[in-house]
């Protein structure tokens, strides 16, 4: 059963500790990305990567950084020069150059919440 | 960079009701999406439309490829309360492209 895997669903930090979100795919998928979604906010762009050992920054990546060592693995790490990191993440994956284009595939999510 | 706009943002309606929302860009696109978020989860693909003009439906839910390509509507006949959730357009241009979202419409429908 093909499927993205975000995890944990709930995570709790303190203010000034690194975290990290892992992001497994069994797809099959060349790309990933990672979006944060704040409440009642639409989907920001925080890294993204499309093939292994490679990856770009989005529209909002000050903070964050990221892995692609290997296919089925897309850790993001949320540091401490994150200023504001409560918010929902959600990684997705894309497998360019098919023949129909079906857009990304999500994960369910992990919601991060700084105490 | 591309943007898309979507309206309404918000709708509260009434269970049984339809439902018409829409997406606009400054912007061509060969591929529309509509994805639909339930709360505390992640965006589910609901429609992909391939063709300027083209009509595609899944269950009650309608949408459409607009003529110039630079819109999509989304339709949703007699709502029930499971539908509740923020509805996202997307656009993309190929399929080596990033997929451009728009900032969703929130439905909350009322039994």
């Known amino acids: 059963d093909g499927g993205i895997t975000q995890s944990p669903k709930y995570l709790f930090r303190k203010e000034g500790q690194n975290v990290t979100l892992s992001c497994e795919q069994n797809?099959?998928?060349?790309?990933m990305y990672w979006y944060r979604q704040d409440p009642g906010q639409g989907l920001r762009l925080i890294y993204y990567s499309q093939i292994v050992n490679d990856f770009q920054k989005g529209d909002i990546a000050e903070g964050y950084s990221v892995s692609r060592e290997k296919k089925e693995s897309f850790p993001l790490t949320v540091t401490s020069a994150q200023k504001n990191p409560t918010a929902f993440y959600l990684c997705a994956t894309d497998d360019p150059g098919r023949e129909a284009n079906y857009g990304y595939t999500f994960g369910s999510g992990t919601r991060l919440t700084v105490v | 960079g591309q943007q898309l706009n979507q309206s309404p943002q918000s709708m509260f309606i009434q269970e049984g009701e339809d439902v018409s929302m829409n997406c606009t860009s400054s912007?061509?696109?060969?591929?529309w999406l509509w994805y639909k978020q339930d709360p505390g989860e992640g965006p589910v693909l609901l429609i992909a439309l391939y063709k300027a003009g083209e009509l595609t439906s899944n269950g009650r839910l309608t949408a459409q490829f607009g003529i110039t390509r630079k819109d999509s509507f989304l339709n949703i006949s007699a709502s029930i309360p499971s539908d509740v959730g923020i509805y996202f357009c997307a656009g993309m241009k190929t399929s080596y492209d990033k997929v451009i979202f728009g900032p969703g419409t929130s439905l909350s429908v009322i039994p």
């Open positions: 912007s061509i696109f060969n591929t």
């Open positions: 797809l099959n998928h060349d790309a």
